[in-house]
T-cell receptor
Framework: ETGVTQSPTHLIKTRGQQVTLRCSSQSGHNTVSWYQQALGQGPQFIFQYYREEENGRGNFPPRFSGLQFPNYSSELNVNALELDDSALYLC???????????FGEGSRLTVL | QQQVKQSPQSLIVQKGGISIINCAYENTAFDYFPWYQQFPGKGPALLIAIRPDVSEKKEGRFTISFNKSAKQFSLHIMDSQPGDSATYFCAASKYSSASKIIFGSGTRLSIRP
């Protein structure tokens, strides 16, 4: 069983730039959720995708957007990067209607 | 109503001791309460979870105690081992939309040999 994989693992951007983070979900999972984890904090829910549509969103501005593809993989896009966007971005896959989230190891974004 | 409050922020326990981490929630609609364990450089991994139809759930050395009336739940780690040293997050959600989980702020647990 292939786990959740994320890329890139680390990246550095400057303010105002745009970034795309990628996630391959675990085999058999049809739902992908994205979380932002600031240093020393718990993960915060950004949004969830099911059947290629956004299915719930946390308290994040529209410059955070995403996609889910037919193979259930997903992208997180962040436009107009701000310093406070520096964080670990976690992707989690699951089966709709069940409780357990399976997390990847995350993409650590640093905005300078 | 969406917060999950977790304490303590950090905890040091001697090997073989009992580690206890506490959480409180506000939203009475929550009906799924997982605990996640996170090691440095890794994503969180589900450790144990409980639904409010039971007051306690035990898996090996890990036990969740749940108090619905007080809107509190806790994680007990018995016979704590150095390999348990990690950050622990309590969380809560509605089971029907369990992917939209609200996490606590985390407890950094260190087990001294």
């Amino acid at each position: 069983e292939t786990g959740v994989t994320q890329s890139p693992t680390h990246l550095i951007k400057t303010r105002g730039q745009q970034v795309t983070l990628r996630c391959s979900s675990q085999s058999g999972h049809n739902t992908v959720s994205w979380y932002q984890q600031a240093l020393g904090q718990g993960p915060q829910f950004i949004f969830q995708y099911y059947r290629e549509e956004e299915n719930g969103r946390g308290n994040f501005p529209p410059r955070f957007s995403g996609l889910q593809f037919p193979n259930y993989s997903s992208e997180l896009n962040v436009n107009a990067l701000e310093l406070d966007d520096s964080a670990l971005y976690l992707c989690a896959s699951s089966t709709r209607g069940t409780g357990e989230l399976f997390f990847g190891e995350g993409s650590r974004l640093t905005v300078l | 109503q969406q917060q999950v409050k977790q304490s303590p922020q950090s905890l040091i326990v001697q090997k073989g001791g009992i580690s206890i981490i506490n959480c409180a929630y506000e939203n009475t609609a929550f009906d799924y309460f997982p605990w996640y364990q996170q090691f440095p450089g890794k994503g969180p991994a589900l450790l144990i979870a409980i639904r409010p139809d039971v007051s306690e759930k035990k898996e090996g050395r890990f036990t969740i105690s749940f108090n619905k009336s007080a809107k509190q739940f806790s994680l007990h780690i018995m016979d704590s081992q150095p390999g348990d040293s990690a950050t622990y997050f309590c969380a809560a959600s509605k089971y029907s939309s369990a992917s939209k989980i609200i996490f606590g702020s985390g407890t950094r647990l260190s087990i001294r040999p």
